[in-house]
Every structure is written in structure tokens, then in C-alpha cells.
T-cell receptor, first 108, second 110 residues
Framework: KNEVEQSPQNLTAQEGEFITINCSYS?????LHWLQQHPGGGIVSLFM???GKKKHGRLIATINIQEKHSSLHITASHPRDSAVYIC??????????FGTGTSLTVIP | EPEVTQTPSHQVTQMGQEVILRCVPI?????FYWYRQILGQKVEFLVS????????KSEIFDDQFSVERPDGSNFTLKIRSTKLEDSAMYFC????????FGSGTRLTVV
């Protein structure tokens, strides 16, 4: 049973393309996180969302609580965006459920 | 920007040995977590810790594992009698409202 489903699993894009990664979850949450995992393994938290939309540079994250769905968008993608993007659903004090990740490769 | 620090970055141990993975969470955070990621698989929750005790643990976190906060700053994960299948990347995280991960300890059991 997967509490968090991500799509696509793998994504290859040309530099400059607009990218969307989707996340659906089945658990009740107080927050949803988008994480970036670099090839070396380190994990960086990009966004924490409980409603609406957040923007940081070329990254935009949205969440629809009613539909239990979140999206991560990357505008004007760049090769340095190549990484695994992970959706994690949960809340402070509770365990988080992680998606399997979306492996993004941006080709120059 | 405050960081979660994990040491060592890489640990190689013989099967059957005990290992202690160390983490220094962000000082004003109250919730601490350990996660692991077996190579090629998704990140898995191990345990959460709040107010000096375990608040939640997964099925993976059996008697082989224990966590401690031995002083005001460190948060440790002890794995007793390591097995080959314990080889993984172990991440510590701490949170208040945000969530901050450490850079991980790669454990290799040989």
C-alpha cells in the first residue's frame, strides 16, 4: 500500500522546458513537503505546504487539500535541476510517508 | 542558515558489530526523526522523538534499534548486531514548523 504516489517516476526534459511533478496522497496530513535529493544522497527541503501555493525562484508548489493532490513545477528548467524530487506527506510529530521520488534529468 | 549535522558521513562495519550514528539537530527544534534509504529504494521512516522519548516508530524499528538524546544537543541511533541488509543511507531530521534533513550517514555492513 502506497500512501503517497508520485508521477512520473522518471522525467527527461530539455533545458528551458516547464516541468510538472505530481503527488497524490491518501493519508490525512497537516503538511506536505517537497524534497530534493542530489546524486550524492543529501536531501534538501524545498517546500512545506498546508494550503495554496508557494513560490521560490523558479520553483512553484501547489496543493489541493480536497483532492489530496500536490504539484511541483519548475519553470525554465536547467541542468542543475537534475535530481530526485520526493513528495512527503505527514505532520510534525507524526511519521512522514514518502513517495518513491521522481528522477529528473534536464538535458542542455 | 541552521543545519542538522550528521556524523560520520560514511561508516563501514562488520556484520554483527554495533554502530552509533550521530546527529546534532537544530537547537530550537523539538521533534527529531531518523529515516533510512536503502540504495535504489524510497526513504523509510524509522522513528520520531519528542520530549526525550519516542513518539512514534515504524515496523522497521525493532529491538535492534534504539535512540537516545544523551545530552542537550546530540541525537543518536544505535544499531546492534548489524546485518548486511542494514546497509543504507540513514538520515536524521529535525522540525519545528519546517523540516530540515541532515546530509546522511552511509552505512555499509560487510
Amino acid at each position: 500500500k502506497n500512501e503517497v504516489e508520485q508521477s512520473p517516476q522518471n522525467l527527461t526534459a530539455q533545458e528551458g522546458e516547464f516541468i510538472t511533478i505530481n503527488c497524490s496522497y491518501s493519508v490525512g496530513i497537516s503538511a506536505l513537503h517537497w524534497l530534493q535529493q542530489h546524486p550524492g544522497g543529501g536531501i534538501v527541503s524545498l517546500f512545506m505546504l498546508s494550503s495554496g501555493k508557494k513560490k521560490h525562484g523558479r520553483l512553484i508548489a501547489t496543493i489541493n487539500i480536497q483532492e489530496k493532490h500536490s504539484s511541483l513545477h519548475i519553470t525554465a528548467s536547467h541542468p542543475r535541476d537534475s535530481a530526485v524530487y520526493i513528495c512527503a506527506a505527514g505532520g510534525t510529530g507524526n511519521q512522514f510517508y514518502f513517495g518513491t521520488g521522481t528522477s529528473l534529468t534536464v538535458i542542455p | 542558515e541552521p543545519e542538522v549535522t550528521q556524523t560520520p558521513s560514511h561508516q563501514v562495519t562488520q556484520m554483527g558489530q554495533e554502530v552509533i550514528l550521530r546527529c546534532v539537530p537544530i537547537s530550537n527544534h523539538l521533534y527529531f526523526y531518523w529515516y533510512r534509504q536503502i540504495l535504489g529504494q524510497k526513504v523509510e521512516f524509522l522513528v520520531s522523538f519528542y520530549n526525550n522519548e519516542i513518539s512514534e516508530k515504524s515496523e522497521i524499528f525493532d529491538d535492534q534499534f534504539s535512540v537516545e538524546r544523551p545530552d542537550g544537543s546530540n541525537f543518536t541511533l544505535k544499531i546492534r548486531s548489524t546485518k548486511l541488509e542494514d546497509s543504507a543511507m540513514y538520515f536524521c531530521a529535525s522540525s519545528e514548523w519546517g523540516f530540515t534533513f541532515g546530509s546522511g550517514t552511509r552505512l555499509t555492513v560487510v
